[in-house]
Nanobody
């Protein structure tokens, strides 16, 4: 069984910073790409950022470019999202996503965390 557990969310003032963490655990053979998504109230889930297996390449939705940074620690099976210059429109539940294999012959499959709330408000 695989679990992705996010942490680090909370309430922050506009212009502030937060660092989200996501830990993968369980029966994991290999992890490929890792990503962050978010879902604001009344809106569909939105892709935020993705990082490749090696960590050498990251991509971001235009609205967070220059403010958010995704990173990962493969030894710890963790992915992070450093969020700076936060805006009220960044308020959402943030979800961790990982494409991984539970065994050498199972193929890649996407897993999701339960989400962590980020609220940007004065």
């Amino acid at each position: 069984q695989v679990q992705l557990v996010e942490s680090g969310g909370g309430l922050v003032q506009p212009g502030g910073s937060l660092r989200l963490s996501c830990a993968a655990s369980g029966s994991i053979f290999s992890i490929n790409t890792m990503a962050w998504y978010r879902q604001a109230p009344g809106k569909e889930r939105e892709w935020v950022a993705t990082i490749t297996r090696s960590g050498s390449t990251a991509n971001y939705v235009d609205s967070v470019k220059g403010r958010f940074t995704i990173s990962r620690d493969n030894a710890k099976k963790m992915v992070y999202l450093q969020m700076n210059s936060l805006k009220p429109e960044d308020t959402a539940v943030y979800y961790c996503n990982a494409e991984l294999m539970t065994d050498y012959n199972t193929g890649w499959r996407a897993y999701w965390g339960q989400g962590t709330q980020v609220t940007v408000s004065s």
